[in-house]
C-alpha cells in the first residue's frame, strides 16, 4: 500500500508542484485552546461550589445596614465607650471574633465590628474606587445611622489607613484612635505585583472566577506562617479561620484592589499625619515580618505628636491573636486618654 502524499499545488512563481501543508500545528492549538477552556470551565464551577459552601458554613454573624449603596454586615456587643473595629486585607469580622478579642472588649465597651466593603458579608458596588477616604465616609456615616457617637476606632493592617482617613477628616467625631500592625508610609512591596493581578478588569474577573481562588489556596499555608511569625500560628486561627470566605472572587477583587491601593494611599497622608490632636495609640508585633514595624509605626510614633507606641516582643502581624492581653491594653490606653480629655459621659452609647 502506497505511502500517504499530501497534495500537490502549482507555486505561482516558478510553475513547479509543492507539497500542500497540512494544518497539524493549527489543530494542535486548536486542541490546547479547547483543553484551557474545559479547565478553567471546570476550576469555575469548583470555585462557585466551594464559595457558596463557604456562605453557608459562615453565615452572618451581626446585622445589615444599607448606606450609599453598600450593604454593610456589622455586628454589636456590649455597652459602653463605643469601640470600632475594622480589619485588615484580606480579613472580616469572624477573624476578629474567633481572636477572642470582641467579646472581652464587649465586657466593658459597646463593640462594633464591620465587614469592610467586599468582605466577610459586605458588599462592594463597583461604581467607585474604594480608597481609604471612600470607605471611611461609608463607615463614619453607618456609625452615624446607628448612634454611635465619638468612639475609639481601632484599625488592624489595611485597616489602619481606613482609620487615619476617618482621623484626618472627621477627627472632632472620633475620641481617639488604636492602630496596630500599620503601614502609613510608602516602599517597595513584593506583594503588590503578586497580589495585585485579580483587581486587573476583564482578565482579572476570569481569574478569580478560576485560578486565583486555587493558587491562593495553595499559597495559604506559607502566608499563614508569614503573618504570625516569629510567633506560631496561633490555634484559634488555624482551627476557625473561613479559608474558602476569604478566597472567594468577590473577596479577592478587594484584596487585590487594596493591595494596588496601599502605596498610593499611604503616600498621600504621611504629610499630615501631624495634623492629628485626639489620642493616638500606635501598637504592633516588635518583630512583623509582614510590615518593617520600625519603618512605620515606629515612624508614625515620631509624625505624632504626643501618640504613644507599644511594641510586642516576639510577635508579629497579627497582634490581636498573639497577644490578645496587649491588644486590650492598648485600647484601655487609649480609653484612658479619652477620660481625661473629656467627661466620662461623652460618647456613651
Not at 472572587?249 to 503616600?267: F, N
Not at 492629628?276 to 500606635?282: A, G
Not at 485600647?331 to 486618654?337: G, N, P
Request: hydrophobic share 45%; charged share 20%; net charge positive.
Amino acid at each position: 500500500m502506497a505511502a500517504y502524499a499530501p497534495p500537490a499545488v502549482r507555486h505561482p512563481a516558478y510553475g513547479h508542484v509543492a507539497p500542500r501543508r497540512t494544518g497539524l500545528a493549527g489543530g494542535k492549538g486548536r486542541v490546547a485552546l479547547a483543553a484551557t477552556g474545559v479547565a478553567l470551565a471546570a476550576a469555575a464551577l469548583w470555585v462557585n461550589h466551594r464559595a457558596r459552601q463557604a456562605e453557608r458554613e459562615h453565615p452572618p454573624l451581626g446585622r445589615f445596614l444599607e448606606v450609599d449603596g453598600v450593604r454593610l454586615h456589622y455586628a454589636e456587643r456590649g455597652q459602653g465607650q463605643p469601640v470600632v473595629l475594622l480589619h485588615g486585607n484580606g480579613s472580616m469580622i469572624e477573624d476578629l471574633a474567633i481572636s477572642g478579642v470582641v467579646d472581652r472588649l464587649a465586657e466593658r465597651y459597646r463593640v462594633i465590628a464591620f465587614d469592610r466593603p467586599g468582605y466577610g458579608h459586605s458588599s462592594r458596588p463597583r461604581d467607585r474606587i474604594w480608597t481609604p477616604d471612600a470607605q471611611a465616609e461609608v463607615l463614619l456615616e453607618a456609625c452615624r445611622r446607628l448612634g454611635v457617637q465619638r468612639p475609639i476606632v481601632v484599625g488592624h493592617s489595611w485597616g489602619t489607613l481606613v482609620t487615619m482617613a476617618m482621623a484626618l477628616h472627621h477627627q472632632d467625631e472620633l475620641a481617639g484612635i488604636v492602630l496596630l500592625s500599620g503601614y502609613y508610609f510608602p516602599t517597595a512591596r513584593v506583594d503588590v505585583p503578586l497580589f495585585a493581578a485579580p483587581a486587573l478588569p476583564v482578565i482579572g474577573d476570569v481569574m478569580r472566577h478560576t485560578i486565583s481562588p486555587l493558587i491562593g489556596r495553595a499559597m495559604w499555608p506559607r502566608l499563614k506562617r508569614r503573618i504570625f511569625a516569629p510567633a506560631p500560628v496561633a490555634p484559634q486561627f488555624e482551627a476557625g479561620f473561613p479559608t474558602w470566605t476569604a478566597l472567594r472572587p468577590s473577596q479577592l477583587r478587594a484584596a487585590a484592589s487594596e493591595t494596588t491601593l496601599m502605596i498610593p494611599a499611604a503616600a498621600a497622608m504621611r504629610h499630615h499625619y501631624g495634623e492629628l490632636r485626639l489620642p493616638v495609640v500606635i501598637a504592633a508585633g516588635a518583630d512583623d515580618q509582614y510590615v518593617d514595624t520600625w519603618r512605620q509605626s515606629a515612624e508614625l510614633h515620631r509624625a505624632v505628636s504626643g501618640s504613644e507606641l507599644l511594641t510586642f516582643p516576639r510577635v508579629g502581624h497579627m497582634v490581636y491573636h498573639t497577644a490578645p492581653r496587649e491588644t486590650l491594653e492598648a485600647i484601655d490606653l487609649a480609653a484612658r486618654r479619652v477620660e481625661g480629655r473629656t467627661s466620662p459621659a461623652l460618647g456613651a452609647a
